[in-house]
């Protein structure tokens, strides 16, 4: 998991909350990056930022919303609006082609 | 835009025998490819790489090999040990002016037998 942080690691809400998913490196990583882990599927991308102030869409980024105020912090909202919250969420950073996993969190909605 | 094929899906192999995973992409244009490993509920490790201008790249006990001709790269595992039981992720990787994106294929459980 190296310098990258991720807190909760359990997370409880009910329907209808927005949450938000903590992100934190001290790897001077420009690119910070948030998947979503469903049993069977892999690793989809939801949001990633290669610079402060600038971010893109992922595959899956409806219902998800992203800041990048700060080069160690990367936070992630999982809104109202997304259908499935459910999931074991994952935050990564990187320099130039290398990228490393923090240790997740596991969001459950009721 | 890329596709990662992973197999297989599961595999089991007895302690001291050898485990190969394999993968393809679809994206000529890939050119990082690296091996994820990830215990129960901890994030994926990064474990080793390789990048298209390399055919084969080994640590100890764990090697990739690529062929970009035919768009397929394997994971090799010799000489496996209990603790080598994790789930394995591929992925492929493409530069784009938005900076590198990351395709994982669905992933491997491997299971070692004692």
């Known amino acids: 998991d190296g310098g990258i942080t991720q807190s909760p690691k359990y997370l409880f809400r009910k329907e209808g909350q927005n949450v938000t998913l903590s992100c934190e490196q001290n790897?001077?990583?420009?690119?910070m990056y948030w998947y979503r882990q469903d049993p069977g599927q892999g690793l989809r991308l939801i949001y990633y930022?290669?610079?402060?102030?600038?971010?893109q869409k992922g595959d899956i980024a409806e219902g998800y919303s992203v800041s990048r105020e700060k080069k160690e912090s990367f936070p992630l909202t999982v809104t109202s609006a997304q259908k499935n919250p459910t999931a074991f969420y994952l935050c990564?950073?990187?320099?130039?082609?290398?990228?490393?996993f923090g240790p997740g969190t596991r969001l459950t909605v009721t | 835009g890329e596709n990662v094929e992973q197999h297989p899906s599961t595999l089991s192999v007895q302690e001291g025998d050898s485990a190969v995973i394999k993968c393809t992409y679809s994206?000529?244009?890939?050119?990082?490819f690296p091996w994820y490993k990830q215990e129960l509920g901890k994030g994926p490790q990064l474990i080793i790489d390789i990048r298209s201008n390399v055919g084969e790249k080994k640590d100890q006990r764990i090697a990739v090999t690529l062929n970009k001709t035919a768009k397929h790269f394997s994971l090799h595992i010799t000489e496996t040990q209990p603790e080598d039981s994790a789930v394995y992720f591929c992925a492929a990787s493409t530069e784009s002016r938005a900076g590198n994106q990351f395709y994982f294929g669905t992933g491997t459980s491997l299971t070692v037998i004692p």
């Open positions: 990564a950073s990187g320099q130039l082609y290398e990228q490393y």
């Open positions: 790897l001077n990583h420009d690119a």
């Open positions: 930022s290669q610079i402060v102030n600038d971010f």
């Open positions: 994206d000529s244009a890939s050119n990082y």
